[in-house]
């Protein structure tokens, strides 16, 4: 079983509409959780991280963390053409040392 | 602000041929990292540098060597090319050790015949 794991996708959604993106972690001990956002071609961008239980949102981004059932999602409201991107689940344990990436999920938001 | 600056951004090698790639960044992180991504597998981390004069392996480090030149760079040192080491490299810092918050670079992408 791979630790982070993610639907690869492709995952399409109209213009507008709210994306729902999703993460399963293995390792019970995990504490904090990012999400980062990679254009085609491009390098992997922060753009949410979150550390308890709960909702956090930023902006038309909300990121979802629930330790108990171990997964993490990413809801982007109002989705546009240009967040037509790779998302990449990361995990982080701190006696690892390393931050564990998921495979990512290609979101496409259609005109 | 140039951020994390990698070179070079494309390279093709033979089998057993060698090279560094290079890392500098200008936001005074003193955590530096090494990545491969390949198609489905995500991003691996090859080697890191907690802080400057440190490093460590991550999880694919067989076929690499780093340096931490100082706190600005970090290089990774393919010593004798393989096939297998064909993919897209990012170097990424960050501020803390141990965090999930890192900047990465543009990418530099390796194939190798």
């Known amino acids: 079983q791979k630790e982070v794991e993610q639907n690869s996708g492709p995952l399409s959604v109209p213009e507008g509409a709210i994306a729902s993106l999703n993460c399963t972690y293995s390792?019970?001990?995990?504490?904090?959780f990012f999400w980062y956002r990679q254009y085609s071609g491009k390098s992997p961008e922060l753009i949410m991280s979150?550390?308890?239980?709960g909702d956090k949102e930023d902006g038309r981004f909300t990121a979802q963390l629930n330790k108990a059932s171990q997964y993490v999602s990413l809801l982007i409201r109002d989705s546009q053409p240009s967040d037509s991107a790779t998302y990449l689940c990361?995990?982080?344990?701190?006696?690892?040392?390393?931050?564990?990436f998921g495979s990512g999920t290609q979101l496409t938001v259609l005109p | 602000n140039a951020g994390v600056t990698q070179t070079p951004k494309f390279q093709v090698l033979k089998t057993g041929q060698s090279m560094t790639l290079q890392c500098a960044q200008d936001?005074?992180?003193?955590?530096m990292y090494w990545y491969r991504q390949d198609p489905g597998m995500g991003l691996r981390l090859i080697y890191y540098?907690?802080?400057?004069?440190?490093?460590d392996k991550g999880e694919v480090p067989n076929g690499y060597n780093v340096s931490r030149l100082n706190k600005r760079e970090f290089s990774l040192r393919l010593e004798s090319a393989a096939p297998s080491q064909t993919s897209v490299y990012f170097c990424a810092s960050s501020e803390l050790k141990w965090t999930g918050e890192l900047f990465f670079g543009e990418g530099s992408r390796l194939t190798v015949l």
């Open positions: 979150i550390y308890s239980n």
């Open positions: 540098s907690a802080s400057e004069g440190t490093t």
């Open positions: 390792d019970r001990v995990s504490q904090s």
């Open positions: 936001m005074n992180h003193n955590s």
């Open positions: 990361a995990v982080s344990v701190r006696s690892a040392r390393q931050l564990t």
